[in-house]
């Protein structure tokens, strides 16, 4: 089974609109992270953003919020007032077995590739 | 501050040749990762080292050494190319092996023919 999914391979939006990219996870570890990450077209890797499983408010930073739904296993990045500089794919991950150490491994869904349109 | 530094940034191989894709890190981070991505597929760990001396395998090991003789360097060892393992490889690494940002690389683009 996929640990993690992002069922919308592609997304357009329109500028200045807010737009939500999907992700569900799989994981019987209490206590984990997920993560979103940002890859443009000239293929670096950009952290946006990250959510502890027992945080109790949704992760923000700058225009990016995650929508956390614990019971739904869902981690939904939103990106609100989308800039052409958006355009980008985009990728969720989790750490696994964050209590019991092991490294920083992060597994990564398969990503969704957003086009921010005027 | 230089951050994760990957070498070369392309490579062309024939089948059956081997190299060696280098990574350093200037942030004295324990931990440090290889993972690699195609397309359709996300990224994929190969190997991964909690520090000096220390390393294991990921997801996708075979057909990848990796060794780990100083906190800075995570080599990552092909020793005989494969068409399969065309790909863009990543490096990556984070402070300690629980912290939560890891920065990566700005990856090397294998072409096996």
């Known amino acids: 089974a996929q640990k993690i999914t992002q069922t919308q391979p592609g997304m357009f939006v329109q500028e200045k609109e807010a737009v939500t990219l999907d992700c569900t996870y799989d994981?019987?570890?209490?206590?984990?992270?997920l993560f979103w990450y940002k890859q443009p077209s000239s293929g670096e890797m950009i952290f946006l953003i990250y959510?502890?499983?027992?945080?109790?408010q949704n992760a923000t930073e700058g225009r990016y919020s995650l929508n956390f739904q614990k019971a739904r296993k869902s981690a939904n990045l939103v990106i609100s007032a989308s800039q052409l500089g958006d355009s980008a794919m985009y990728f969720c991950a989790m750490r696994e077995g964050i209590l019991t150490g092991g490294g920083n491994k992060l597994t990564f869904g398969t990503g969704t590739q957003l086009k921010v349109e005027l | 501050n230089a951050g994760v530094t990957q070498t070369p940034k392309f490579q062309v191989l024939k089948t059956g040749q081997s190299m060696t894709l280098q990574c350093a890190q200037d942030m004295n981070h324990e931990y440090m990762s290889w993972y690699r991505q195609d397309p359709g597929m996300g990224l994929r760990l190969i190997h991964y080292?909690?520090?000096?001396?220390?390393?294991d395998q990921g997801e996708v090991p075979n057909g990848y050494n990796v060794s780990r003789s100083t906190t800075e360097d995570f080599p990552l060892r092909l020793l005989s190319a494969a068409p399969s393992q065309t790909s863009v490889y990543f490096c990556a690494s984070s402070y300690h092996r629980t912290q939560e940002k890891l920065f990566f690389g700005s990856g090397t683009q294998l072409s096996v023919l």
């Open positions: 959510q502890g499983s027992y945080d109790e």
């Open positions: 994981t019987s570890d209490q206590s984990y992270g």
């Open positions: 080292s909690v520090g000096a001396g220390i390393t």
